[in-house]
């Protein structure tokens, strides 16, 4: 093994023993090389979901529907095209639909939802506007999002509820919540809006 030269040792190591920390210049450029590192994974990520949102936009989650337990393989196609017909009144809806298959893993007791892929966006738009008609039953229509953007959905439907008993409009879209036309950024926004609605009542009473 070559000899190490003393003065070589001496650049390298301090005086306690220990190698030299690195310059302030050198943390600041590792600063600013991560920073940019994690912007760029950032902008990654979003164009992803962008391009996950853009392939789910046809697409409508069914929940509810018993499973098949036969042999044969499930005709997901029929069991959504006859659901519409008799809960929804939409006749013929599977010259609408490209395909459709559960998701998910089974779970005992459990029945997975159904994803539907329809022709167009407007034949999509056609049967969520008649999921209102499955209010107090075991069945529901969504739309179908990527699982970071359902978390947040989730995230934001208590207080999607809170502000509609309120007597707010309140609307979901994405994972962005409009409550009487302005964007929900936090408790601040109902507490603000709260605030201009006692000083607007408080005007009209004096």
Do not use: W
């Amino acid at each position: 093994m070559p000899k190490t030269d003393k003065s070589d040792r001496k650049r390298r190591l301090s005086s306690d023993g220990n190698t030299p920390k690195p310059s302030t210049k050198t943390v600041k450029m590792a600063d600013t090389n991560l920073e940019d590192m994690v912007d760029k994974i950032t902008v990654i990520a979003e164009a992803v979901q962008k391009l996950q949102c853009r392939s789910m936009r046809d697409n409508l989650l069914f929940f509810g529907l018993a499973e098949y337990k036969g042999n044969r393989k499930e005709d997901c196609v029929r069991l959504i095209d006859d659901f519409c017909d008799d809960l929804l009144r939409l006749r013929n809806v599977k010259q609408d639909i490209e395909r459709a298959h559960r998701i998910g893993r089974r779970r005992n007791g459990e029945c997975r939802p159904v994803v539907v892929k329809f022709s167009s966006f407007r034949a999509r738009e056609k049967v969520r506007a008649n999921a209102g008609k499955l209010v107090d039953t075991r069945y529901a229509i969504q739309e179908q999002f990527p699982r970071v953007i359902q978390e947040q959905r989730k995230q934001l439907y208590p207080i999607l509820k809170e502000a509609r008993n309120r007597g707010k409009k309140a609307t979901l879209v994405v994972n962005r919540l409009y409550i009487d036309g302005e964007e929900y950024t936090g408790p601040e926004t109902l507490e603000a809006m709260e605030t201009t609605n006692r000083e607007n009542h408080d005007e009209t009473v004096g």
